[in-house]
């Protein structure tokens, strides 16, 4: 079965430290662009990384730059969101994505894992 599956998130205060993590099953992840997106409860779905398949580098928004890296271990068939120095703005749902087209219908998604930013 082909699909891709999001763990790590949590509760975690701000200022803290989170990696979530995107296991890809039935397919090798490292062919294609991986997207890492979130949505925050009233709000419409926000791409905030893709990773390319090869050295043209990351892309990363305005909202989480410098603050989170996003990255691959091909041997374990896995991207990685290290995210760092997380706000209450941070939290949403957070979802994986085969492509990273803004047009959702477009890629393929995993299921997303719940990340919450509070005291």
């Known amino acids: 079965q082909v699909q891709v599956v999001e763990s790590g998130g949590g509760l975690v205060q701000p200022g803290g430290s989170l990696r979530l993590s995107c296991e890809a099953s039935g397919f090798a992840l490292d062919k294609y662009l991986i997207g890492w997106f979130r949505q925050a409860p009233g709000k419409e779905r926000e791409r905030v990384s893709c990773?390319?398949?090869?050295?043209?580098?990351?892309f990363y928004s305005d909202s989480v730059k410098d603050r989170f890296t996003a990255y691959r271990d091909n041997a374990k068939n896995t991207v990685y969101l290290q995210m760092s120095d997380l706000n209450v703005e941070d939290t949403a749902v957070y979802y994986c994505?085969?492509?990273?087209?803004?047009?959702?219908?477009?890629?393929?998604w995993g299921q997303g894992t719940q990340v919450t930013v509070s005291q």
């Open positions: 994505s085969v492509g990273c087209s803004e047009d959702i219908s477009a890629n393929r």
């Open positions: 990773v390319s398949t090869t050295d043209y580098g990351t």
